[in-house]
Nanobody, 121 residues
Framework: VQLVESGGGSVQTGGSLRLACAAS????????MGWFRQAPGKEREEVAN???????SYADSAKGRFTISQDNAKNTLYLQMNSLKPEDTAMYYC????????????????WGQGTQVTVSS
């Protein structure tokens, strides 16, 4: 299983970015996929997740600003991030696990290499 993130970059406060995670190398129909982030000196935190039925869940910090979605035809996971704040600055990772649920949070087995998001004030 390979997960490759893209779409990170540098934006100013209030800007938007759309992250993408291209997934390959699997044929499972049930899965949970998530976006995580880790800022320097901080613990990794889950930002949002989505299961194979399309059910989504968000961290409080992401609610109302971020949207997780998937394009099954392209095997791609997205994270649309709007109204970005400096505290959103972090390395963002996508992750996957082949379970039919996302909650309670599972142990994600597969991880991408990350894409950096920097938000300046």
């Amino acid at each position: 299983v390979q997960l490759v993130e893209s779409g990170g970059g540098s934006v100013q406060t209030g800007g938007s970015l759309r992250l993408a995670c291209a997934a390959s190398g699997y044929t499972y129909s049930s899965y949970c996929m998530g976006w995580f982030r880790q800022a320097p000196g901080k613990e990794r935190e889950e930002v949002a997740n989505i299961d194979s039925d399309g059910s989504t869940s968000y961290a409080d910090s992401a609610k109302g600003r971020f949207t997780i979605s998937q394009d099954n035809a392209k095997n791609t996971l997205y994270l649309q991030m709007n109204s970005l704040k400096p505290e959103d600055t972090a390395m963002y990772y996508c992750a996957a696990v082949f379970l039919s649920y996302c909650n309670p949070p599972p142990d994600f087995a597969y991880w991408g290499q990350g894409t950096q998001v920097t938000v300046s004030s």
